[in-house]
């Protein structure tokens, strides 16, 4: 049996108690029991979650987890696409744990390590003809601001990488635009182009360590991306062509991997000196490629601890019958040849932008289906065991993550009247370890006692007010799991 947890709103404690419930499937495959497929556009409506304790929205994101799963400890961290990219955490209920407050598009929101302690990092700035600007930002388990990464030498980072490295560094792409001859791809010969560089700064001191202009090893004519007769890319400054698209950069010791979508290749690169050591993929690999190894459109190479190199096969383009996949690969650098280890499927996802696979510690795999609003936790065996569906009109990136955070900010607190009963809802975002509120009244704001009490009932809990016509003010308090006050709101007026 497959269980499908729909997100739902707070649930209001009292007489005529409402609590969200849980959905029921048959069970089947994978591809019987999945949600659809097809690709959601950026237009499509998305439904938004919203509360009454605090402003801040979500899209909804459904879960599901197979009979008896038990997926890997941590909060799935996404960023769910509306009007932007929220980045979020969520709990395996799809309940949201943490929202951004900046109110921007926000992607690859992660759990990271900066001088040997977890924090939270993410992109945020604006996304414009799928790249971006802005910067990577580097929060500690209070949400605090660490630091903020910018780009250097004239470059601003974009959406497509903000990664840390274990020398407090920080490797970021960006897509500057400049002239060039575009006639080997169909264009004008004084034309325009993304030309794509990889930075690796100090995040410290904000000192450029490398700072890597692709088109500097890779010809235009490798590009699988050409310019039709009708087609005016590349004609201006705001009609840029993207012959390259670096889309992931991984620290791997004295070298790079960075993916490239429109060549279709993953490149190795000398991290001091920035020479091309080899490419794997594409029409131009330097590695013989085993059956079942070819990819297209990639994104996320990584290396991972054993060796080999995982990345997110997009596998075609928007329309087309192409399945996407997260492949492991086994390349052996000695005898130049790659062969396939494992290729994680669910039914027939077609992401044709956007995408990642993690491969967890414990062997299990989750894979964000990018631009497919999806992502599919399979476990050690390769069995596809817990995923959310309509996460917005898609996701960059997808990650688990273990965190345990307490925000400085405090717990947030409204009350209104529903069908004739004062109520009181609250909020505390990002908070990790709140187990249960209480709320405090009186008609006093100096003097307020414990009036009700309430276990945590997802992002926001709603209480009713007992006697709330003496109940002039309220506050609440967020609890742990042993009845430990962890934080109070602020007192609010009731009307």
């Given amino acids: 049996m497959t269980v499908s947890l729909a997100a739902v709103g707070g649930a209001i404690v009292g007489a005529g108690a409402t609590w969200g419930g849980m959905q029921l499937a048959s069970g089947g495959t994978a591809e019987e029991t999945k949600e659809p497929t097809e690709p959601a556009d950026d237009e499509d409506e998305v439904e938004i979650r919203r509360f009454v304790s605090t402003a801040l929205t979500i899209p909804v994101v459904k879960a599901w987890a197979a009979d008896g799963a038990k997926p890997s400890p941590g909060y799935v961290f996404l960023s769910p696409r509306d009007s932007i990219f929220t980045a979020g955490i969520l709990d395996n209920d799809g309940e949201p744990v943490w929202i951004s407050p900046n109110g921007i598009d926000s992607t690859d929101v992660r759990v990271q390590s900066y001088k040997g302690k977890p924090v ?40 497509h990488e903000f990664h840390l490295t274990d020398r407090d560094t920080a490797l970021v792409t ?57 087609d005016s890319a590349g004609s201006s400054p705001e009609n840029v062509f993207d012959p390259i698209h670096v889309n992931s950069v991984e620290d791997d010791g004295d070298r790079l991997l960075v993916s490239c979508r429109h060549t279709c290749a993953i490149y190795a690169i000398d991290r001091s000196s920035g020479e091309l050591l080899w490419r794997l993929g594409g029409e131009k690999s330097d590695f013989a490629m085993g059956e079942g190894t070819n990819f297209s459109w990639q994104h996320d190479a990584r290396r991972q601890p054993d060796g080999t190199i995982s990345l997110f096969d997009n596998a075609g383009v928007k329309g087309d019958d192409a399945v996407s996949a997260g492949l492991v690969l086994r390349v052996d650098e000695s005898a130049m040849t790659a062969e396939l280890d494992t290729a994680y499927r669910y039914g027939d996802y077609e992401g044709y932008a956007m995408g990642n696979t993690q491969v967890l510690d414990d062997g299990h795999v989750m894979v964000g289906w990018g631009s497919a609003p999806a992502a599919t936790e399979f476990d050690a065996d390769g069995e596809p065991i817990f995923g959310f569906t309509e996460i917005g009109s898609g996701s960059y990136r997808v990650y688990r993550c273990e965190w345990a955070a307490s925000p400085t900010t405090e717990p947030d607190v409204a009350a209104i009247d529903v069908d004739g009963t004062k109520t009181a809802f609250m909020s ?42 003496g109940a002039t003010f309220l506050q609440v308090e967020a609890r742990g799991a042993d009845g430990t006050a962890l934080a109070r709101s602020r007192v609010i007026g009731v009307a």
């Fill in 120 to 159: 939270l990092t993410y992109w945020a700035g604006r996304v414009d003809s799928g790249n971006g600007h802005g910067s990577g930002m580097i929060l500690d388990t209070s949400y605090r601001e660490v630091a903020a990464v910018h780009g250097g030498r004239g470059a601003i980072p974009d959406l």
């Fill in 174 to 230: 960006t897509y500057p635009v400049m002239r060039a001859d575009l006639s080997s791809v169909g264009g004008p010969t004084n034309g325009y182009l993304y030309a794509c560089r990889v930075q690796e700064i100090d995040i410290a001191s904000g000192e450029i360590l490398l700072d890597w202009n692709i088109l500097d090893d890779i010809a235009l004519d490798e590009s699988l991306k050409r310019i039709g007769d009708d």
């Fill in 428 to 469: 505390w975002n990002g908070a990790t370890d709140v187990a249960s509120w209480a709320l405090l009244t009186g008609s006093d704001e100096a003097s307020l006692t414990e009036a009700a009490t309430a276990e945590r009932a997802g992002f926001e809990t709603s209480v009713e007010i007992p006697d709330a016509a």
